[in-house]
T-cell receptor, first 110, second 114 residues
Framework: NAGVTQTPKFQVLKTGQSMTLQCAQD?????MSWYRQDPGMGLRLIHY???????DQGEVPNGYNVSRSTTEDFPLRLLSAAPSQTSVYFC?????????FGPGTRLLVL | SQQGEEDPQALSIQEGENATMNCSYK?????LQWYRQNSGRGLVHLIL?????REKHSGRLRVTLDTSKKSSSLLITASRAADTASYFC??????????????FGTGTRLTIIP
């Protein structure tokens, strides 16, 4: 049981490039979410999903897209990276109110 | 905007002492949770307290909730070096999707001095 996994662990992008952050969970949780964590800001919700085929925006969705074709996977797409998207990104799945976090992806946009 | 705010932002204590950190929030909640984050890692769930509960224990952790003051406290007793981490409170979103959608505070950085 791997829990929540994220790839890559670290990525450097140039402004304007696109990329997909991968997230997978093997706990059969319906609810999944993406957060970004910046110094002094805590975690802010980007997008979330309550099940396959259903997604919705969180607090800071601009510049990011998500899809949920399966229960297991919840990728986050950066359409055109900007320096303001430099952050640590965490994926989480949830069951009965408790969130289970992945190890995070550190993204640096130059 | 942040729903929860932790206080203090940083705390340093000697090993063996008790550590107390507080969380204040703005709107009504269904439950409040505390998470721990070790440096460079993801968050780990510690404890959940429901709005109709006033106190909850888990091992060396004690959480209180005062819904009239919209505040919670996390007490770690007999601290250990391994407790060095950041601690976050999280509340469920005030409306809509029940307790699966959480809003996190900005965290308290706890350092245990050996």
């Amino acid at each position: 049981n791997a829990g929540v996994t994220q790839t890559p662990k670290f990525q450097v992008l140039k402004t304007g490039q696109s990329m997909t952050l991968q997230c997978a969970q093997d706990m059969n949780h319906e609810y999944m979410s993406w957060y970004r964590q910046d110094p002094g800001m805590g975690l802010r919700l980007i997008h979330y999903s309550v099940g396959a085929g259903i997604t919705d925006q969180g607090e800071v969705p601009n510049g990011y897209n998500v899809s949920r074709s399966t229960t297991e996977d919840f990728p986050l797409r950066l359409l055109s990276a900007a320096p303001s998207q430099t952050s640590v990104y965490f994926c989480a799945s949830s069951y009965s109110g408790t969130q289970y976090f992945g190890p995070g992806t550190r993204l640096l946009v130059l | 905007s942040q729903q929860g705010e932790e206080d203090p932002q940083a705390l340093s204590i000697q090993e063996g002492e008790n550590a107390t950190m507080n969380c204040s929030y703005k709107t009504s909640i269904n439950n409040l949770q505390w998470y721990r984050q070790n440096s460079g890692r993801g968050l780990v769930h510690l404890i959940l307290i429901r709005s109709n509960e006033r106190e909850k224990h888990s091992g060396r952790l004690r959480v209180t909730l005062d819904t009239s003051k919209k505040s919670s406290s996390l007490l770690i007793t007999a601290s250990r070096a391994a407790d060095t981490a950041s601690y976050f409170c999280a509340t469920d979103f005030p409306r809509g999707f029940g307790n699966e959608k959480l809003t996190f505070g900005t965290g308290t950085r706890l350092t245990i001095i050996p």
